[in-house]
């Protein structure tokens, strides 16, 4: 027999450890714990987000996510408005969140032809324009080296059929341009790794384009870490077969890959990607659920994500960030794209940021 204040002591920890085991097997784990041995789960943050305005939604981005990519905040109409003058105010911020919370930041995006600011899209001599496109990656990139994780390098250069997008970029410096600008992005941000972002790339023609185009960067002795597939999709037709081909297909390639920009949307849409210039009319139709996403349809999406995530976890070696495209349902342009004002009803977290049965499904299914 053990004396009593050894078996007291006894008693009491075991009803410790236990109230502990339970504490433990009731807490939910955040998205970002259930998926920490597989891959980082981030979020596209907004202006308001960055300055943590709403300190219950600062604390849900903080709690679920740990990375983060900035919406709008880096892109050349915002960070570089005129030839001579940088903006760094709001990238700066997001960039010192990250760094204050241990967040990993992907920078978003160096060349891109849309959002692309009105003084550079005036550059008529190729010299100028050559001078512009190496100041604003050069500039940019090296402010963030070493406090930044990533860079989307270059974003959407593709067309449809795996042909380099007409763009202005092709038009200005030729095919070259997307190996010279990781050439670039590389001397000036030597810590970040460097990563090529498009959206419908899952699909076969525009795969092999993206193949032919990461070869070709390669080729040249210039680096290139990974792949960004943008991942828009749409409601009872995300393409798990063709993601699952592209994500062997790149990885192959000796590349990481991500999806970058998730959301899945619900509303009618008769096109596919994500083609900002691309547009649809309005008619009674088009915005059905603005009182709120039925049973069924959150049940369709919670399906869907599950689908999606479980065969991520089947690729988690090859996988190494998933992030959504904004948190919360109200924020994300899907509301305002391809028709402006709509109710969409594609992300985790509803309007009023309560998470929506996607997110269990998704926290569920961890391994
Ligand atoms: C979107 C933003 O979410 C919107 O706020 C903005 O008005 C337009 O751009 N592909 C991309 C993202 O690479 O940068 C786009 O973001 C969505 C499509």
Known sequence: MLPMPVRMFGLLSLA?????????????????????????????????????????????????????????AMKSVNIHPAWDRYNFAMADSLVSLGLRQKKQVNGHTLIWHNQLSAFAQQIKDIDSFKTFFRDHITTIAQRYDGKIHSWD???????????????????????????????????????????????????????????????????????????????????????LKAIEESILAFHALGLKVMITELDIEVLPRNFTGADPSKRMTADASTNPYTQGLPPEQLSQQAADYAALFKLLLKHRDKVTRVTFWGVHDGQSWLNNWPIRGRTNHPLLFDRSLAPKPAYQAIIDLRP
């Open 16 to 72: 410790f450890c236990s109230t502990l085991l339970w504490a433990q097997s009731t807490q939910q784990p955040s998205l970002q714990q259930a998926y920490a041995s597989n891959f980082l789960i981030g979020a596209a943050l907004n202006s308001p987000q960055i300055l943590e305005k709403n300190p219950v939604e600062a604390a849900l981005i903080r709690k679920e996510f740990n990375a983060y990519t900035p919406e709008n």
């Open 153 to 239: 390098v270059v974003n959407e250069a593709l067309e449809e059929d795996g042909s380099m997008r007409k763009s202005i970029f092709l038009e200005k410096l030729g095919p070259d341009y997307v190996t010279e600008a990781f050439r670039l992005a590389a001397k000036a941000t030597p810590q970040s790794e460097l990563y090529y972002n498009d959206y419908n790339i899952e699909q076969p023609a525009k795969r092999q384009g993206c193949i032919r185009l990461i070869k070709s960067i390669q080729d040249a002795g210039v680096k290139i870490d990974g792949v960004g597939i943008q991942g828009h999709w749409h409601l009872g037709r995300v393409p």
